[in-house]
């Protein structure tokens, strides 16, 4: 008989998975520890849903426990198998699979669950909440197949759903209750600021508008209002709050109010259970933001462990809110009533505004719209309940109050004071003592290595003043130099150190590299190894032998992967300017091979989708067309515009220049896509500012503009000169491309890496014409030596053997 | 245990992968940088990618389709993700060069 007792988890979220974390780190050996969960997946962040939608963040990237971790400290898991029945008497529970455990100790973590109006017509399909996992699944999916998009409410989570669907590139219109955004975090000017940025990003909104039903057959179709004005619609997000989940612990017999009702030490009213997180109700509140779950976690933990704890007391909150450029903070009273002063700074000019609420000389409450740098120390103000009188305008300022005037504790002393278990990254529940033990303790001396022990500032980054404050509390001088990430796991090397050493040290291949500059994976990875191949292709034109193996699928077989391991074909049609006979011999490829789909891209091509892998070399011998790079780290397309060929405005030949343009760049790779257009007027119909290089005529000249993107995020090109005659655009436009080629970082797209060094920059660098022609002549000896891809491999039988399966296997006789 | 013939060395580019049927499993066979053969099922555990379309990097591959890593000599998957696939022992005739591979069952 062992002497563990049992613990069972109701609930594989935040608040619970915390909570057993702190159990193993205080008594690693005191329970036998069985979890039950809703959702098939592990423990993840759930505030960084957000982050999924809005594009750059995986699924996988938001897994805070793994299910490695599951099994590394011996916790049972059932996830997608919620608890069904839950038996006090016998102290047992049963899961919806019908797997029962019994506990001595019963922690309810349930969360909550998205509150959905009682509307009529809230049961079709299309109405979601935003709240796992699967609404985001379901969001994404909805984008690929519909435009419009509405979200009831217009609170944290519903501008973060909108902005998420926004990106996804839906209409979006958000309808709220009241008249101002926000109105539970923000006042009425900040409120007004987020809406007119937002307006500006896309964004619609609807304010002050009750909804009344929600019609539609099957699917919803639009949204009817109580003034009886209608908005059509093919999804509803409903973000207009949460509710504790309680179903369970009612049925149980446990003390319900609006959540499951806890004590001081989160008892819940039947002895052996306890309740934590969204799921409980401490004196009267059931809060909703991770900080607090995480302070009850801590209790919770301590008290199961048998640790000294002096309660939870309920939290204050604070809220921060980060849209794609738009930063918000608010916390505690921010709201202006009878016995409250406030002090405000509003400049409409540069969108900022910043509020202090103060009672009694202490700061209550805090909204900041703009600048949210001084959040974290604002809201350590607030719960320090510090006298700050005749420090309000310097701390509004910014003016630091720690520059040994005297007044008030310093920097040093508030780290000093802080108490051990208060939460500094809220995100991820790190308090000040674990920060500690990992300087003191676990030799980390820098934010780096802090953040990679602790995940302290690693999500969000709110907190990133604090911790390294504490850095310094702790470490004193022994703080290290801030370690620079390399470009992969496998280097500390970052891109132009390694570019640098390429070339000093004359390496040639990917091999010598990683072996020079002693690379932890002898062979790499699959970020390092092909950008390793483009930097050493960038730097030895004439001699680098291309390492297809070290290339991505989509560019070693020149053809664009789909999910199902088929692959399209996408053949160059310069400045998207084609023929009959040309498009019936593309017509009859697809017919030939029953090409499944045939589809205009958005660049001005016919692209033949869900092609068997071995009939590629077959269907490119037969169109005899060449490449068009559709899946590689390359030009893309040239588009155009009629321009004065046909078109009464056009100023210019645009689609000369753009063929004239297409035929010269072609086949060439570069760090990441490259997409260019040419306009032939003003007008702009080839929508020439959202390229990565756009050439816009006017009456006259030549208007070049450059790092534009119309992708994920979408950013208008900046003008980089405006020229006179043809040969000029040639000019620029190669040394430009050229220098992108020489200077990004691979799969930096020319966007990200304008926004990165400024355009000033790219315009003192060419702006000398002797460097433009260098340029343009180290650019025309990479072109030199290109061959079309389609071609060389079905000429190639080493190359193209590659494309069939082998034989059918043979029994032998043995 | 059935001894299969599925092709010859040189049908197989170093870190590059064929792929065969045996009746309703593709099985993708690599070789690695030392020469080593791996067959393994051609499908990752992940969302099913094609992982005779992926990377070789030393003696794993990475799916084309979300990129997780598998170990080719173990079918396992690298941390930090998770889950395992069937792998098939290889063998080749050292003067010809012809490769068996062993299927249970």
């Given amino acids: 008989m062992s002497t563990t007792k049992k613990l069972v988890l109701v609930g594989n979220g935040m608040a619970g998975i915390r909570t057993i974390e702190h159990i193993l780190k205080l008594a690693p050996h005191a329970y036998e520890i069985t979890v039950f969960g809703a959702e098939p997946h592990p423990n993840y962040n759930r505030i960084m849903l957000s982050s999924v939608l809005a594009g750059g963040t995986s699924i996988e990237d938001i897994v805070i426990n793994d299910w490695s971790w599951y099994e590394d400290n011996g916790i049972q898991v059932y996830p997608g198998d919620p608890i069904v029945r839950m038996d006090t008497k016998r102290k047992e529970v049963v899961s919806r699979n019908g797997v029962r455990a019994t506990y001595d100790e019963l922690i309810m973590a349930t969360g909550s669950q998205a509150f959905i109006l009682p509307l009529p017509g809230a049961d079709k399909e299309g109405v979601i909440g935003f709240r796992d996992i699967k609404d985001c699944e379901t969001m994404m999916a909805a984008s690929q197949t519909y435009r419009k998009a509405a979200v009831i409410g217009g609170g944290l989570l519903g501008l973060e759903a909108a902005r998420g669907l926004l990106n996804l590139g839906m209409d979006v219109t958000v309808i709220h209750i009241n008249g101002h955004l926000m109105d539970r975090n923000l006042d009425l000017p900040a409120g007004l600021m987020l809406q007119r940025e937002l307006e500006e990003q896309g964004m619609k909104f609807l304010l002050n508008k009750h909804t009344e039903e929600i019609t539609g057959k099957h699917r919803v179709k639009a949204i009817r209002f109580t003034d009886q004005t209608v908005l059509e619609t093919d999804l509803v997000v409903m973000a207009v709050g949460i509710r504790p989940q309680v179903e369970l612990a009612r049925q149980a017999g446990l003390d319900v109010s609006r959540g499951v009702i806890v004590d001081d030490y989160m008892n819940t009213s039947i002895p052996g259970i306890s309740a934590v997180g969204e799921c409980a109700e401490h004196r009267g509140i059931a809060y909703g933001l991770v900080a607090p779950l995480y302070e009850q976690g801590m209790v919770l933990a301590k008290r199961l462990a048998g640790a000294a704890t002096e309660g939870y007391e309920g939290s204050v909150t604070s809220t921060k809110l980060k849209v794609s450029g738009v930063d918000v903070f608010s916390a505690g009273q921010f709201k202006d009533s009878a016995d409250t002063r406030s002090i405000r700074i509003q400049d409409d000019v540069d969108g900022i505004y910043k509020k202090m609420v103060l009672k009694d000389g202490k700061l209550v409450g805090a909204v900041l719209f703009g600048d949210t740098t001084d959040g974290a120390s604002l809201f350590s103000l607030i719960k320090s309940g510090e006298n700050i009188s005749g420090r309000e305008r310097a701390i509004l300022l910014g003016v630091p109050s720690d520059s040994g005037s005297g007044s008030g504790p310093s920097i040093a002393e508030r780290m000093a004071s802080m108490p051990d278990d208060e939460i500094v990254c809220g995100c991820n529940g790190v308090t000040k003592a674990s920060i500690g033990d990992a300087v003191l303790n676990k030799g980390c001396n820098t934010l780096g290595a802090i953040k990679s022990c602790t995940k302290a500032s690693a999500s969000c980054g709110g907190c990133k003043p604090i911790v390294e404050s504490l850095l310094v509390h702790y470490a004193g001088d022994a703080v290290g130099e801030q370690v620079k990430e390399g470009i992969c796991g496998c280097t500390s090397y970052d891109r132009d150190e390694i570019v640098a050493q390429i070339k000093e040290m004359g390496l040639k291949t990917v091999k010598e590299v990683m072996n020079v500059l002693g690379w932890n994976e002898p062979e790499g990875c699959s970020k390092c190894r092909p950008s390793l191949n483009y930097y050493l292709g960038m730097i030895w034109p004439a001699e680098y032998e291309d390492e297809r193996v070290s290339k991505f699928t989509n560019e070693r077989y020149h053809a664009n992967i789909q999910k199902d391991g088929t692959y399209s074909v996408i053949p160059r049609i310069y400045g998207g300017v084609t023929s009959p006979a040309e498009l019936m011999k593309i017509a009859a490829v697809a017919e030939k091979y029953d090409v499944p789909m045939v589809k205009f891209t958005g660049g001005q091509r016919l692209d033949l989708l869900g092609v068997q892998k071995e009939n590629l070399p077959k269907i490119w011998e037969e169109l005899d067309m060449p490449s068009g790079f559709g899946y590689g780290k390359a030009l893309r397309t040239v588009k155009t515009c009629v321009g004065n060929t046909f078109c009464r405005f056009g100023t210019q030949d645009s689609i000369e220049m753009g063929i004239r343009l297409e035929k010269k760049l072609d086949k060439m790779v570069a760090p990441a896509k490259v997409k260019l257009a040419v306009s032939g007027c003003p007008r702009n119909c080839a929508e020439a500012t959202i390229k990565d290089l756009g050439v816009v005529a006017i009456d006259g000249a030549w208007e070049l503009h450059v790092g534009g993107n119309g992708g994920v995020k979408v950013r208008a090109a900046e003008l980089l000169c405006t020229v006179k005659t043809d040969a000029e655009v040639e000019e620029w436009t190669y040394a430009y491309l050229q220098y992108y080629r020489e200077n990004a970082r691979w799969n930096e797209r020319t966007a990200a890496w304008i926004e990165r060094v400024g355009l000033d920059h790219v315009k003192k660098a060419l702006e000398d014409r002797d460097v433009r022609l260098a340029l343009v002549e180290r650019l025309e000896l990479t072109l030199g030596r290109t061959v079309d891809p389609w071609k060389e491999i079905i000429e190639n039988d080493k190359l193209r053997k590659n494309f069939t399966p082998l034989a059918d296997a043979q029994p032998t006789t043995h | ?105």
């Avoid at chain 2, 299969?4 to 870190?15: M, S, T």
């Avoid at chain 2, 598998?70 to 080749?92: A, F, M, Q, W």
């Fill in chain 2, 1 to 105: 245990m059935n001894k299969l013939h599925i092709g010859h060395l040189e049908d197989i580019d170093e870190k590059g992968s064929r792929t065969f049927k045996v009746q309703d499993t593709e099985i993708a066979v690599f070789k690695l940088s030392d020469g080593s053969l791996h067959a393994v099922e051609n499908r990752c555990p992940h969302k099913g990618g094609k992982l005779s379309e992926g990377m070789v990097c030393g003696t794993a591959v990475h799916c084309p389709l979300h990129d997780w890593k598998i170990d080719l000599r173990s079918g396992k998957v690298h941390e930090p993700d998770d889950g395992c696939l069937n792998t098939y022992p290889t063998e080749v005739d050292g003067n010809s060069g012809e490769i068996y591979i062993t299927i249970a069952g």
